[in-house]
């Protein structure tokens, strides 16, 4: 029987010390702050935005209920890790 293919995007926050999928000790808070801060195409109209953060980032709403997760479930389904995740350096 094929495997079912994981459908959760990758997150780089510090639950592991390596980028993981969404879920297990990972609630997903630097994958919701990076699009935040970053994106903000799925941030406009999404129910965790309380205008000054993402309240998934600040531990207050669960991942399930953010729009960039469940946009980047469905465009990103075929990844595979490992992946390196560069993050540019701030000014």
Same mark, same amino acid.
């Given at each position: 029987m094929p495997r079912k293919k994981d459908d959760r995007p990758i997150c780089t926050c510090s639950a592991y010390k390596f980028p993981h999928r969404i879920g297990g000790r990972c609630t997903g808070s630097a994958f919701t702050e990076f699009h935040?801060?970053?994106v903000? @195409? $799925?941030c406009e109209f999404c129910n965790?935005?309380?205008?000054?953060?993402c309240d998934v980032a600040q531990g207050q709403e669960s991942i399930n209920e953010a729009?960039?997760?469940a946009?980047?479930?469905h465009? @990103? $389904?075929?990844?595979?890790?490992?992946i390196k995740i560069e993050i540019p350096e701030l000014y």
């Open positions: 935040f801060y970053n903000k @195409s $799925a965790c935005n309380s205008g000054t953060h729009e960039c997760y946009e980047a479930k465009n @990103s $389904a075929d990844l595979y890790l490992p």
